[in-house]
T-cell receptor
Framework: KQEVTQIPAALSVPEGENLVLNCSFT??????LQWFRQDPGKGLTSLLL?????REQTSGRLNASLDKSSGRSTLYIAASQPGDSATYLC???????????FGPGTSLSVIP | EAQVTQNPRYLITVTGKKLTVTCSQN?????MSWYRQDPGLGLRQIYY???????DKGDVPEGYKVSRKEKRNFPLILESPSPNQTSLYFC???????????FGQGTRLTVV
C-alpha cells in the first residue's frame, strides 16, 4: 500500500532564506505528484504538478523535482517571504489515475 | 470564476441524523473526489468519481455515500452520522483523473 511521508513536519526560517521541503513515497509506480499549500481554515491551493515522466517543474520562486526510482520529491522555495507561511502538502496519484494519497504536510513559518 | 463550492461551510449535527454536504464545480471537470482531514492523519480520500454515474471507494469509505448524477455535482451523504465522522471535509475536482486538482473551501462537520 502506498505511503507518503514528509520531512520535516515543521520548519521555521527567517525571511529571505532558501528552503527545501521533502516528500517520500513507498511505491514508485505513480502517475504524477502534486504539491499544494494550505492556509489555516482554508482549502488547498495547487502549486505544482509533476508528471511521472518529468524531472522537475518551476513556477516563480518554486521548483519541484521528482525522482521516481528513489521515491522522492522536493519542493524548493527561493527567497522565502512571510506570505509563504502555510502548510505544504504533497500528494501522489497512482497509475490508475484515480486514487490520491496525501502526505501529512510540512508546516512552514517564515519569520520577518 | 472557476471554483469548487461546498455547502455548508460549518455544520453541527446529532448522532444518527442524516445529512448531505453538497459540492459543485463550474469547470466541466470529469473527476471529482471527497476527502476528510484529521489531525495526525492528514487528508484521506473517501470516494471519487471518474465521470457521471461512475463512483469508487477511496481509503475511508465506511459510513459515507456519494452519487454523481450530473457532471457538476458530487454530494457526500452521511446516512447515520457518528461522532468519529467529526472532521474537516474537502471536495476536489480535476479535468480528468491524475490532472491538477482544485479544492473547495472545506466543510467543518461536528457530530455530537
Amino acid at each position: 500500500k502506498q505511503e507518503v511521508t514528509q520531512i520535516p513536519a515543521a520548519l521555521s526560517v527567517p525571511e529571505g532564506e532558501n528552503l527545501v521541503l521533502n516528500c517520500s513515497f513507498t511505491d514508485s509506480a505513480i502517475y504524477n505528484l502534486q504539491w499544494f499549500r494550505q492556509d489555516p481554515g482554508k482549502g488547498l491551493t495547487s502549486l505544482l504538478l509533476i508528471q511521472s515522466s518529468q524531472r522537475e517543474q518551476t513556477s516563480g520562486r518554486l521548483n519541484a523535482s521528482l525522482d521516481k526510482s528513489s521515491g522522492r520529491s522536493t519542493l524548493y522555495i527561493a527567497a522565502s517571504q512571510p506570505g509563504d507561511s502555510a502548510t505544504y502538502l504533497c500528494a501522489v496519484i497512482e497509475t490508475s489515475y484515480d486514487k490520491v494519497i496525501f502526505g501529512p504536510g510540512t508546516s512552514l513559518s517564515v519569520i520577518p | 470564476e472557476a471554483q469548487v463550492t461546498q455547502n455548508p461551510r460549518y455544520l453541527i449535527t446529532v448522532t444518527g441524523k442524516k445529512l448531505t454536504v453538497t459540492c459543485s464545480q463550474n469547470m466541466n471537470h470529469e473527476y471529482m473526489s471527497w476527502y476528510r482531514q484529521d489531525p495526525g492523519l492528514g487528508l484521506r480520500q473517501i470516494y471519487y468519481s471518474m465521470n457521471v454515474e461512475v463512483t469508487d471507494k477511496g481509503d475511508v469509505p465506511e459510513g459515507y455515500k456519494v452519487s454523481r448524477k450530473e457532471k457538476r455535482n458530487f454530494p457526500l451523504i452521511l446516512e447515520s452520522p457518528s461522532p468519529n465522522q467529526t472532521s474537516l471535509y474537502f471536495c476536489a475536482s480535476s479535468f480528468a483523473g491524475g490532472t491538477e486538482a482544485f479544492f473547495g473551501q472545506g466543510t467543518r462537520l461536528t457530530v455530537v
